[in-house]
């Protein structure tokens, strides 16, 4: 049997993960952030280890014992975690000191780094997950209306510059005007205060992609806990990039969107 090594973050995504793993004979050793991952991987995992968000070093120890050589990182860190959270041992503390920004590009590409010096390859975090990942065109019954695509083409261009700087991945708009930029909040959260600037009109929710070549990490994600707060905050569209960004629990989420009258639509990726 196969084995693959995942570090697990927070979300859906790990979980998910597991259970594809495991449909498809895979056996899988968890690394699980104690700070962040759900209890339930241990339970679908071949063995579970649980570190903290600074054991950089225990993660290559558990890697080399457990003879793996390939890692997926799977589930999303809160970016707050990182300034909140965080107690470095030695050896993410030299990297971090080493570092021009702390922003999610230059930390784990960081990290990245340090376990290739070690002989240990980051890979792609969605390859067990490719049928979850938002195609191109409507994804659900209704289409955006003109209006909804005016904000999206907006919003697009907004997200894709700033996806660029490492700021979020996600812009709210509403009348071709941006209303509020994802930062460490979160999109829920970003989402809530939007809602609270625009005295009731419509928001649209735009995703972007990080501009590089890979989905080694910070993929973005939208599962049904979007929809539950795209309805509270009147939230009416939520654009993405198509091959790029994982719907969890893609069936319920699209047919959630559908009843609610939410048109969810994949764009080509900025630069494509």
């Given at each position: 049997?196969?084995r693959i090594?995942?570090?697990?973050?927070n979300?859906?995504f790990?979980?998910?993960?597991?259970?594809?793993?495991?449909?498809?004979?895979?056996?899988?050793?968890?690394?699980a952030i104690?700070e962040?991952?759900?209890?339930?991987?241990?339970?679908l995992a071949?063995?579970?280890?649980?570190?903290?968000l600074?054991?950089?070093?225990r993660?290559?120890?558990?890697?080399?014992?457990?003879?793996?050589?390939?890692v997926?990182?799977?589930g999303?860190?809160?970016?707050a975690?990182?300034?909140?959270?965080?107690?470095?041992?030695?050896?993410?503390?030299k990297l971090l000191?080493?570092?021009?920004?702390?922003?999610?590009?230059?930390?784990?590409g960081?990290?990245?780094?340090?376990?290739e010096?070690?002989?240990?390859?980051?890979?792609?975090?969605t390859?067990?997950?490719?049928?979850?990942?938002?195609?191109?065109?409507?994804?659900?019954?209704?289409?955006?209306?003109s209006?909804?695509?005016?904000d999206?083409?907006?919003?697009?261009?907004?997200?894709?510059?700033?996806s660029?700087l490492?700021v979020?991945q996600s812009?709210?708009?509403c009348e071709r005007?941006?209303v509020a930029?994802?930062?460490?909040e979160g999109?829920?959260?970003?989402?809530?205060?939007?809602?609270?600037?625009v005295?009731?009109?419509?928001l649209?929710l735009?995703?972007a992609?990080?501009?590089?070549?890979?989905?080694l990490?910070?993929v973005?994600v939208?599962?049904?806990?979007t929809?539950?707060?795209?309805?509270?905050?009147g939230?009416?569209?939520?654009?993405?990039?198509?091959?790029?960004?994982?719907?969890?629990?893609r069936?319920?989420m699209?047919?959630?969107?559908?009843?609610s009258?939410?048109?969810?639509?994949?764009?080509?990726?900025?630069?494509e």
């Amino acid at each position: 049997m196969n084995r693959i090594a995942m570090i697990a973050g927070n979300g859906r995504f790990p979980l998910l993960a597991l259970e594809s793993a495991r449909a498809l004979g895979l056996s899988v050793v968890v690394i699980a952030i104690r700070e962040e991952a759900s209890p339930e991987v241990a339970s679908l995992a071949e063995s579970c280890h649980w570190i903290s968000l600074g054991d950089l070093g225990r993660l290559i120890d558990i890697l080399k014992t457990e003879r793996l050589t390939e890692v997926a990182l799977c589930g999303q860190v809160k970016h707050a975690s990182i300034f909140s959270s965080i107690r470095p041992d030695w050896r993410l503390f030299k990297l971090l000191a080493s570092l021009p920004a702390r922003n999610t590009d230059a930390l784990i590409g960081g990290v990245a780094r340090v376990l290739e010096q070690e002989g240990i390859r980051l890979v792609d975090s969605t390859a067990l997950l490719k049928p979850l990942l938002a195609g191109l065109g409507p994804l659900t019954p209704r289409k955006p209306s003109s209006e909804e695509e005016k904000d999206a083409q907006y919003g697009r261009r907004i997200a894709a510059a700033l996806s660029g700087l490492d700021v979020g991945q996600s812009v709210a708009v509403c009348e071709r005007a941006c209303v509020a930029v994802e930062a460490m909040e979160g999109t829920d959260a970003m989402l809530r205060r939007a809602a609270s600037l625009v005295n009731g009109r419509p928001l649209r929710l735009v995703k972007a992609s990080r501009r590089r070549g890979h989905l080694l990490f910070d993929v973005p994600v939208a599962g049904l806990q979007t929809i539950d707060v795209m309805l509270e905050t009147g939230t009416t569209l939520l654009a993405v990039d198509a091959g790029r960004t994982l719907l969890l629990d893609r069936d319920r989420m699209l047919a959630r969107a559908a009843e609610s009258g939410i048109a969810i639509a994949g764009y080509p990726p900025s630069g494509e």
